[in-house]
């Protein structure tokens, strides 16, 4: 009997609609993918900028039996079938992941009620039948043969003993000499071998956080332990930011204007100014006072970190926990490029043969938003343009309770913060080992994390509560392992050294298989001791690409536990 399909069905797993779920009638020949207003799989057009007008579209080629394609309809950023680019057309299936971009939002395709040859088989198991039996092993009775009573000959017994007493002392001497040679010759080869025999490790507990001082390579781990040991101890944080004026309370824009290019086709240029130190700056100003534009900060991002104490301290990335005070030009689209430079009044800068002086992306490479020094085309007074979490919330491996963050203590030094989450405290921290000196390029290490590549595990859960009796859908997190080692270390620019540094303190790995997401996650040694917290990815026109770690000595000032000076 044939199955009547109803729906289509769509579940949005990343992006703007996260966790929505949206239905379609199955007489319907086809769905438009877009930010077009009549698309039917439809984005935000402000939010969703990496998505086309007319993105593409999937199209039912029969319905008996079920056949479907997609069409990219040469999208700028493409379509991805199951993390493959498609080419034009190709087939899709009931399941399959379709990604809008390479860094786009994600859903799958399916029907309702799918056919019952679309489902996957049951995978049958061969119990095999040829098992040996048990063995039963029999013991035999033997007769015991009482013992003959024993016939005195030769020697007498005081005799014996007398002989025997003697022979003792004479090699009592001989003994002694040789049991102190062979303890003196033990002595000397243990204290050689100390090391390898006994361990060099020297545990500190302090503030309720474990620090080992050193070891040596004795207890070596493999990724798997590593993992299995630490799964409960690396979370996943959840976050979204905003940029706003704190003497007013108002959330800030980056001002936009529309402008024609060469062809005559309009496009939206953003607006730059030059501050008070002669450098480029996006143009900020309150809502109100913007007639395009988009707001200045970050949804539904995440980030990894990793417990450091009982009580519910976890070490991350400041860029994941106070976004921002790190240089951040991500989230400019690239549509508002070239850019216009602009004045105090707003009017736009010509150079001398009277054309518009254009921004590029380099041009405000170094700007961080919370250091931001013009506010409305005026100078910003100090300490009025600051940052703030909407949301920032851990989730455990395994779990799908979202825990709020009650504190975030941002590094001054590097790309580190401490965050405290609203938790009972009986969590099991890491152990962390602060040997900067002794880390070595082709070490071996271990990378724990949440990359937001990594396609997410959903659950669905029935409610018992009465008066809010819907489903709930949610993620629950499961961490990613990648081995590797460490490449490169890089140091920081010093001063009497005469050296610079545009990328220190850092370890530099050969890790690639990481990126957005895993920032915060911990940088395990063979042993399983933190060294370092994963904080970037860089990689070339040709695909190449690297990351890089912080050395925890940074983690371990923000506890207390250590100094860190510039050298």
């Given at each position: 009997m044939s199955t009547t399909i109803e729906r289509y069905v769509i579940k949005h797993i990343s992006g703007s609609k996260t966790n929505q779920v949206e239905e379609f009638d199955f007489a319907k020949p086809e769905l438009t993918i877009g930010r077009a207003a009549g698309s039917e799989i439809q984005f935000d057009p402000e939010r969703e900028v990496i998505v086309s007008r007319e993105h593409g579209k999937i199209v039912k080629i029969s319905s008996n039996p079920p056949k479907f394609a997609i069409t990219d309809n040469n999208s700028r950023n493409g379509i991805f079938v199951n993390k493959t680019r498609v080419k034009g057309t190709t087939e899709l299936n009931p399941g399959d992941e379709i990604q809008l971009g390479n860094n786009g939002p994600i859903f799958t395709f399916d029907i309702y009620p799918r056919p019952a040859d679309m489902m996957m088989a049951t995978r049958v198991v061969e119990i095999p039948t040829t098992i040996k039996p048990t063995t039963i092993s029999e013991v035999q009775e033997v007769e015991v043969v009482p013992a003959a009573e024993p016939v005195k000959t030769g020697l007498g017994k005081h005799t014996v003993e007398r002989m025997l007493v003697a022979e003792r002392k004479k090699s009592f001497s001989t003994m002694a000499y040789v049991l102190g040679g062979l303890v003196l010759l033990l002595g000397g080869l243990g204290f050689a071998f100390r090391d390898q025999l006994f361990g060099k490790k020297q545990t500190i507990v302090q503030n309720n956080t474990t620090v080992v001082q050193d070891s040596t390579n004795k207890n070596k781990k493999t990724p798997e332990q590593i993992a299995n040991e630490n799964e409960d101890r690396v979370v996943h944080i959840e976050f979204s930011w905003e940029l706003y004026d704190a003497n007013r309370g108002d959330q800030l824009w980056h001002e936009y204007v529309q402008v024609r290019g060469q062809g005559g086709q309009a496009r939206y240029a953003g607006l730059y100014i030059q501050n008070t130190d002669g450098q480029i700056e996006p143009y900020?100003?309150?809502?109100?006072?913007?007639?395009?534009?988009?707001?200045?900060?970050?949804?539904?991002?995440?980030?990894?970190?990793?417990?450091?104490?009982?009580?519910?301290?976890?070490?991350?990335?400041?860029?994941?926990?106070?976004?921002?005070?790190?240089?951040?030009?991500?989230?400019?689209?690239?549509?508002?490029?070239?850019?216009?430079?602009?004045?105090?009044?707003?009017?736009?800068?010509?150079?001398?043969?009277?054309?518009?002086?254009?921004?590029?992306?380099?041009?405000?490479?170094?700007?961080?938003?919370?250091?931001?020094?013009?506010?409305?085309?005026?100078?910003?007074?100090?300490?009025?343009?600051?940052?703030?979490?909407?949301?920032?919330?851990?989730?455990?491996?395994?779990?799908?309770?979202?825990?709020?963050?009650?504190?975030?203590?941002?590094?001054?030094?590097?790309?580190?913060?401490?965050?405290?989450?609203?938790?009972?405290?009986?969590?099991?921290?890491?152990?962390?080992?602060?040997?900067?000196?002794?880390?070595?390029?082709?070490?071996?290490?271990?990378?724990?994390?949440?990359?937001?590549?990594?396609?997410?595990?959903?659950?669905?859960?029935?409610?018992?509560?009465?008066?809010?009796?819907?489903?709930?859908?949610?993620?629950?997190?499961?961490?990613?392992?990648?081995?590797?080692?460490?490449?490169?270390i890089i140091p920081a620019s010093s001063e009497t050294a005469k050296t610079f540094s545009t990328f220190g303190d850092s370890y530099q790995l050969t890790i690639n298989a990481t990126g957005s997401g895993n920032s915060g996650g911990p940088l395990f040694d063979d042993e399983g001791n933190v060294i370092g917290i994963y904080y970037a990815g860089k990689s070339n026109e040709q695909g190449t690409r690297i990351s890089f770690a912080v050395p925890i000595k940074y983690g371990l000032e923000m506890l207390g536990l250590k100094k860190v000076t510039p050298r």
């Open positions: 900020l100003d309150i809502q109100k006072n913007v007639n395009v534009g988009l707001p200045v900060g970050g949804n539904n991002s995440t980030g990894s970190g990793f417990v450091v104490s009982a009580d519910g301290y976890i070490l991350t990335n400041r860029h994941v926990a106070a976004t921002w005070h790190t240089r951040h030009d991500v989230f400019l689209p690239e549509f508002g490029f070239p850019g216009l430079l602009v004045n105090s009044r707003k009017e736009i800068v010509k150079d001398q043969q009277g054309n518009p002086i254009q921004v590029m992306p380099g041009d405000i490479s170094i700007w961080v938003p919370a250091e931001t020094k013009m506010l409305g085309g005026r100078p910003a007074g100090s300490g009025s343009i600051q940052g703030r979490n909407k949301y920032i919330n851990v989730v455990f491996a395994g779990t799908s309770l979202r825990r709020p963050v009650i504190s975030v203590t941002p590094s001054d030094n590097h790309d580190v913060a401490l965050i405290r989450a609203d938790i009972p405290p009986s969590l099991t921290p890491v152990k962390m080992k602060d040997n900067y000196d002794e880390v070595k390029p082709g070490q071996s290490v271990t990378v724990m994390g949440y990359p937001g590549i990594a396609p997410d595990q959903y659950v669905v859960r029935s409610s018992k509560d009465p008066f809010n009796p819907s489903p709930k859908v949610t993620t629950v997190p499961t961490p990613t392992v990648t081995p590797g080692s460490i490449g490169r």
